[in-house]
């Protein structure tokens, strides 16, 4: 048995153990087969049906380190169950001297459920690595976007990318808090050669990174708010609050308003408008 049969029979396996409520998605009348639709796991991992056809009928070759970290995500994978994925497709399992990109099942289950609140994942980095609708509702559909556009300290300090809308940050301290997070980071994966490319990168685009890193400078998270200048539902300013996820590098940045307020009314609009566009 080749190694792409072998890949195409694990993806269908894990396809079949899910059911749509676990990932999001609405049950709906009884299937013939069970698990997911492939249509519905390309969805969930932004990649053709057509593709994740041939991935599981073995005539797709090579897929990118980049798609495997999407099934990994769409499919719920445990850290095994990735490792064993990259295996099958001819890649090195990813190396725990690297920075991780790997998204718990549980997690993901919160950007799954918590549909109302604008949700994203980053990972040691602050690189963007996943996010639910309505916070794509929000920016915009951060997919097509690679490297430095989807970091958050290159937001901070250099420039959002310009499919997002403009943002302003308001609260003290989050700039010194990023210099600090990729300190941290730099001294946790001495060996990451793309975690380092990244901090000289920024260093060399901004001025006010690199006095900060050469000042040693020491900072914390601490609450803020967000003002997004939104084509469809105008200004809205909401609560940015970062969680961490035990056991893990990753930070989630959760966006919210008061029950009831102006912010939350508008949000709730966002999301009737984003459901309404999808049908």
Request: charged share 20%; glycine share 6%; aromatic share 6%.
């Amino acid at each position: 048995m080749s190694a792409t049969t072998d890949l195409g029979r694990a993806l269908h396996a894990w396809r079949d153990r899910l059911e749509p409520t676990e990932v999001g998605l609405p049950a709906d009348s009884p299937r013939r087969a069970p698990g997911l639709r492939r249509e519905e796991l390309a969805r969930l991992a932004n990649l053709s049906v057509d593709y994740i056809i041939r991935l599981e009928q073995g005539r797709a070759t090579n897929p990118s380190r980049q798609v495997l970290s999407a099934l990994t995500r769409a499919l719920r994978l445990s850290v095994a169950e990735r490792e064993h994925l990259y295996v099958l497709a001819g890649h090195a399992a990813p190396n725990p001297a690297h920075v991780s990109d790997h998204v718990p099942p549980g997690v993901q289950r919160l950007l799954d459920q918590l549909t109302a609140t604008p949700l994203s994942v980053y990972d040691a980095a602050w690189n963007l690595i996943t996010w639910n609708p309505l916070w794509a509702a929000l920016f915009g559909d951060p997919t097509p976007l690679r490297g430095l556009e989807r970091n958050a300290v290159w937001w901070a300090f250099v420039d959002m990318p310009a499919e997002f809308p403009p943002a302003v940050n308001r609260g003290s301290g989050a700039r010194a808090a990023y210099v600090c997070d990729l300190r941290t980071a730099s001294a946790r994966y001495p060996h990451d050669r793309a975690l380092h490319h990244l901090i000289r990168e920024i260093r060399t685009a901004s001025a006010d990174f690199a006095a900060l890193w050469d000042a040693a400078a020491v900072g914390v998270h601490e609450p803020m708010t967000k003002t997004v200048e939104h084509a469809e539902i105008g200004p809205i300013t909401l609560d940015c609050d970062i969680l961490a996820a035990l056991g893990t590098d990753l930070r989630i940045i959760a966006l919210s308003a008061p029950t009831g307020s102006p912010p939350a009314e508008q949000l709730r609009m966002l999301d009737v408008s984003r459901r309404l566009a999808a049908t």
